[in-house]
């Protein structure tokens, strides 16, 4: 994990049950809650957290708080949800708290240049891959879609590029054959906590400096918006194995059949098939097959629209299938 660095010459030793850093920690959803756990067992003092304000959703449109939040809410932590992390009472509360350094995990929002230089040791940043290798806001996404075999998470000094700034350590992981965007985001959450912790243990101790990130190997990962999820039958089957497990749970893949939206759970590649054309179905007891561009696949579970999700046989019984009928035609 990152290069020995110098100790500040103005470092002095810290007293007993004096917390390593004060910290204000930053994140929303629910696989930033193991750093948040993380933190809070640790010598660190997590001051306040930053996270969304609550969001509406349900068809009842109840407002819920982010799970973040909630956390914080359960240890007595006190949460700010600024709209924007730009507004004045935002940074006059940042400011006042006089953190060390704030860490943050999927906050969901740009932090501005005048919030980013109050902290003494900045912002850390927690990314879930091997940077430079998918900077962006999906990379355990694109990386399943990819094909990558390898992946990680990354500590960095949060700066104004998007995930570019100098590396504090690493972890690596290993993406499984049949891992889902949620399998291997789940695994990297609870790696990465422990990586973020030990990160500001070396920062507190003054024996951990960032190195910056290599020109070469730069790839990019925008958020997987749900016109993305659309499963293209006509690529070859390894690669609409790759991509339905790549946007599996969210925001979750579909195409079409007769006209509705049809969500799809991950699908398995069958090497042994029969012929058929790029989204053509068979039921075979069992199974129901879906030809792509090279190879077939079987589907595992599908929600039709306004149902929920059921395992494909049952769904072709009750479709009646008929010789020639095809997904993602409109």
């Known amino acids: ?28 959803p629910a696989p930033a809650v193991p750093s948040l756990e993380a933190l809070l067992a640790s010598e660190h003092e997590v001051v306040a957290v930053l996270t969304r304000p609550d969001a509406r959703s349900g068809r009842g449109r109840k407002s819920s708080r982010s799970p973040v939040a909630e956390r914080a809410d359960a240890a007595g932590v006190p949460v700010l949800q600024p709209r924007s992390p730009r507004e004045p009472e935002f940074l006059a509360q940042l400011a006042d708290l006089a953190v060390d350094c704030a860490p943050v995990v999927a906050y ?10 109050l902290p003494a040791h900045g912002w850390v940043n927690l990314h879930f891959s091997l940077l ?4 962006g806001a999906a990379p355990v996404q694109h990386a399943i879609m990819a094909g990558d075999e390898i992946t990680g998470a990354a500590t960095f000094r949060l700066e104004a590029g998007l995930d570019t700034g100098p590396v504090y350590g690493t972890v690596t992981e290993a993406i499984g054959p049949r891992d889902t965007a949620g399998d291997l985001l789940g695994r990297l959450a609870v ?11 070396g920062i507190a101790a003054g024996a951990l400096e960032p190195r910056p990130q290599p020109a070469d190997g730069v790839s990019l990962a925008p958020k ?3 016109a993305d999820a659309r499963v293209d039958w006509a690529l070859p089957a390894h690669v609409v194995d790759r991509r339905i497990r790549g946007v599996t749970p969210a925001p979750g893949a579909w195409t079409t059949w007769r006209g509705d939206r049809l969500r799809l759970g991950p699908v398995t ?3 042994d098939g029969p012929g058929l054309a790029a989204g053509e179905l068979r039921a075979e007891g069992r199974e129901v097959l879906v030809g792509t561009g090279n190879g077939t696949v079987r589907l595992g579970e599908v929600q039709p629209a306004g149902k929920r999700m059921i ?3 049952d769904w072709a019984r009750g479709a009646r299938l008929a010789a020639g009928d095809r997904l993602g035609e409109a």
């Open 311 to 313: 395992p494909a046989s």
């Open 224 to 226: 997987v918006e749900p």
């Open 108 to 117: 969901g929002a740009l932090i501005p240049q005048a919030a980013l230089d």
């Open 132 to 135: 430079p290798a998918w900077r």
């Open 269 to 271: 590649p069958s090497s």
């Open 191 to 201: 790696s990465g906590a422990q990586l973020l912790v030990a990160t500001l243990d």
């Open 1 to 28: 994990m990152g290069r020995p660095g110098r100790v500040p010459a103005d470092a002095r030793p810290r007293r007993e049950s004096e917390p390593a850093l004060k910290v204000l920690f930053a994140g929303t």
